[in-house]
């Protein structure tokens, strides 16, 4: 299992010690929230904060945007270093348009959906994707409950991109601990992003590697 801790959950006060953390770590990602406090209740951090932290983390960076108009930021999203910029299909109004100029500056691009969006939305872009993120939670806030419908949302992903020959990986962001990350793996995701669980324990290492090992 590919494992991307969100620094969500980090402290704030004084990232260094949990980025370096990571840095140690068996972790494949680190999973950065954005959010402009309209697509989503809340407002967490920006750019330049993403900025200082690419200067010291190891790990390729993912960062989830969860803003309107995502296609505004993608040469911003692409200048702090990320690996993969995730934008919400609901946010897009040329979902197609928005992942073409994501791929053509360079990142692989992610599409996320909430827990009330079909898989069946992505059924004409499954091929041009390397992720598709699905919510486990309502975008906006870390330590929410695990919405048990992901997992048939996992299983009906997995069908669509094996009937289309897609390559995109699945990954699951929300309420993600060592239960719900085995059950999202028996049903197929690739990838789990977890923030309180890693950060908020006395051993981040050791729940990173828990999850590694599903
Ligand atoms: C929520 C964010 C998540 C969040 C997950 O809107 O997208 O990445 O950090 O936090 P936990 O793992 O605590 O549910
Ligand atoms: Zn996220």
């Known amino acids: ?71 505004k930021w993608i040469s911003r999203v692409k200048s702090v270093g990320a690996y993969l910029m995730n934008v919400h299909q609901e946010a897009c109004l040329h979902l197609d348009y928005t992942v073409e100029k994501i791929k053509e500056s360079g990142m692989k691009a992610g599409v996320t959906l909430n827990p009330a969006t079909p898989v069946f939305m992505l059924e004409d872009i499954i091929t041009k994707l390397d992720l598709v993120l699905l919510m486990s939670v309502n975008p906006g806030f870390g330590g929410q409950k695990f919405i048990e419908n992901t997992l048939k949302k996992v299983r009906e992903l997995k069908a669509l991109i094996d009937s289309k020959g897609s390559k995109a990986l699945i990954e699951a962001d929300g309420g993600v601990n060592e239960d719900t990350g085995r059950r999202l793996a028996e049903a197929g995701a690739d990838i789990l992003v977890a923030g309180s669980y890693v950060f908020k324990s006395d051993d981040p290492l050791g729940r990173i590697k828990k999850l590694k090992s599903l």
């Open 1 to 71: 299992m590919k494992v991307s801790p969100s620094l969500l959950a980090a402290n704030f006060a004084n990232l260094t010690p949990d980025i370096e953390k990571l840095n140690e770590s068996d972790a494949d990602f680190l999973h950065l929230d954005v959010m402009d406090g309209v697509f989503v209740p809340n407002i967490s951090f920006g750019f330049p904060e993403i900025e200082a932290v690419a200067g010291i983390c190891k790990k390729p960076m993912e960062v989830h945007m969860m803003v309107v108009q995502p296609e």
